[in-house]
């Protein structure tokens, strides 16, 4: 372990490291974010590509990855990751950033760059940075010498934010629209300016410069979703994006629809709840709502022995929403007709919910809610399950009535398990259309966002072109 100070380098013997950004959390600090340029031999980014941050947090190598954040007793922790032996020849360098959101650096106590080895966890080097009025700031850089790897500390601040950093570096932030934000690009604001998108300038002259590979536009902030916290409304942003991108794959751009949710909370759910999954799960959801629903909410249901509508998903409730009503179900051992202790009034009691899979009762609460309250939209159903279905018949039954009605059911399992009817039913026979989806995962948490709503969103369009030709729409 070394502790260097500005300007000292030292050389990188790891194949793998992780770079670590930390500082301690406190009232009026700042928030921050670490990205990455990988440059060539010429000092510049290629293109777009070559900028790995929370908006696009993986290079198309694999050897560039930002990790994301993690609190613990007071610090913050941001990680990028790098995988030396996946780095493409013209990689030379990897200068490691960070932008300051809220405040400058100076704002930020206990400010410190840690140089870690990806496979024994050990610390290489340590680096304490001092700052001012700086928006933007170098740590340090991963370069190559003599075809070794070596690490810098550099401590190197720009007043002058992300575009000053970038300029130097072969990328160029087109202010025509708005004033250079102080975080990377593709954020969006309270005010709702989308962030300017960025391209790549010419590395010099007479060189020509590579083709810019622009990042999707920001989508306009969905009602409410300025009252999130940074972090969650920085994913929100990023999987917005991600859903767009898939629904435009499918030929569904500006396609609109009711999303409803229902979460299986039967007992073998337990550790899938305790694991924080199904709280995950909800948050990525948000993101297909905000994207698709036609009023930027969700319907919401969770069932086990019986079904439970739960109070309607706001997006700018996302975190309390997810604190109150992503609970397991809960046996009642003496039948007491009681409301349990302790709940808030738009909580469910989960001991009327029970333990038992029983899917056939809430897929027909739904289509009973959906035929009570008709709307113009279709319908899009998200049915989160770990399985253990033994009820085909009924469920078979169900879902071969809703064929006439505007709903798609888009089923998810979630582990190894028997899922009976649901993994079956895209083969069974005597239906006018298609109109159940279904595919599983061993763990959903490990699958990326944008394999996930790929596999989500890949058979509704396909439903929906069906569905009208055959007048149900």
């Known amino acids: 372990m070394t502790a260097l100070s500005k300007g000292a380098n030292l050389p990188v013997d790891a ?19 670490a990205s990455a340029l990988l440059l060539t031999a010429a000092g510049r980014v290629r293109d777009d590509a070559d900028f790995i941050f929370y908006n696009q947090p993986h290079h198309a190598s694999k050897a560039v990855s930002h990790l994301g954040k993690q609190q613990r007793a007071g610090t913050t ?9 996946a780095l493409e020849p013209a990689i030379e360098k990897i200068v490691l950033c960070a932008s300051a959101d809220g405040g400058t650096f100076g704002q930020v106590p206990g400010l410190t760059m840690r140089l870690v080895d990806e496979r024994s966890g050990a610390e290489i080097a340590h680096f304490v940075m001092e700052a001012g009025t700086e928006t933007a700031f170098i740590g ?3 370069y190559l010498r003599q075809g070794k790897w070596k690490f810098r500390a550099v401590g190197q601040g720009y007043a002058s934010g992300l575009a000053g950093l970038a300029t130097d570096f072969g990328i160029t932030v087109d202010e025509e ?16 300016v989308p962030a300017p998108p960025m391209t790549t300038a010419p590395a010099a002259p007479p060189a020509a410069p590579a083709a810019p590979v622009a990042l999707p536009a920001s989508p306009n902030l969905t009602k409410g979703e300025e009252r999130l916290p940074v972090d969650m409304r920085k994913r929100l942003d990023l999987r917005k994006q991600q859903v767009a991108v898939s629904l435009s794959k499918h030929g569904a751009t500006g396609i609109t629809a009711r999303v409803i949710l229902v979460l299986d909370a039967s007992g073998s759910m337990s550790f899938l709840y305790s694991r924080g999954v199904v709280a995950d799960v909800v948050e990525r959801m948000a993101a297909v709502a905000a994207q698709l629903d036609d009023d930027g909410e969700m319907q919401a249901w969770t069932f086990a022995s019986n079904p439970a509508r739960l109070p309607d998903f706001r997006l700018g409730e996302l975190p309390e929403w997810t604190r109150l009503h992503v609970r397991c179900g809960e046996m009642s051992l003496f039948g007491s007709k009681k409301r349990k202790k302790g709940l808030e009034d738009s909580q469910v009691d989960m001991r009327t919910v029970g333990i038992q899979n029983e899917e056939q009762k809430v897929i027909a609460e739904v289509r009973a809610y959906v035929r009570q309250n008709p709307a113009q ?9 770990d399985g253990g279905v033994y009820r085909n018949a009924q469920i078979e039954k169900e879902l071969r009535e809703a064929v006439e009605e505007p709903i798609f059911w888009q089923f998810v399992g979630l582990g190894k398990s028997d899922y009976g009817v649901l993994e079956r039913f895209d083969t069974l026979p005597g239906r006018r259309v298609d ?7 061993d763990d959903i948490s490990t699958v ?3 394999d996930l709503y790929d596999r989500l969103l890949s058979e509704f369009p396909q439903w929906t072109v069906a569905a009208r030709g055959a007048g149900i729409l």
Request: net charge negative; aromatic share 10%; charged share 15%.
């Open 177 to 192: 629209e708005t004033a250079v934000p102080t975080t990377p690009p593709a954020v969006s604001t309270p005010s709702a």
């Open 77 to 85: 922790t941001d990680t990028v990751a790098v995988e030396f032996g």
């Open 435 to 441: 109109n159940v989806g279904f595919f599983s995962v």
């Open 15 to 33: 194949t793998a490291v992780r770079v670590e950004l930390t500082w301690s959390d406190g009232p009026g600090t700042p928030d921050v974010d």
């Open 140 to 142: 340090g850089e991963l």
């Open 377 to 385: 939209a279709p319908t899009l159903v998200l049915f989160f399950s």
């Open 448 to 450: 990326p966002d944008q």
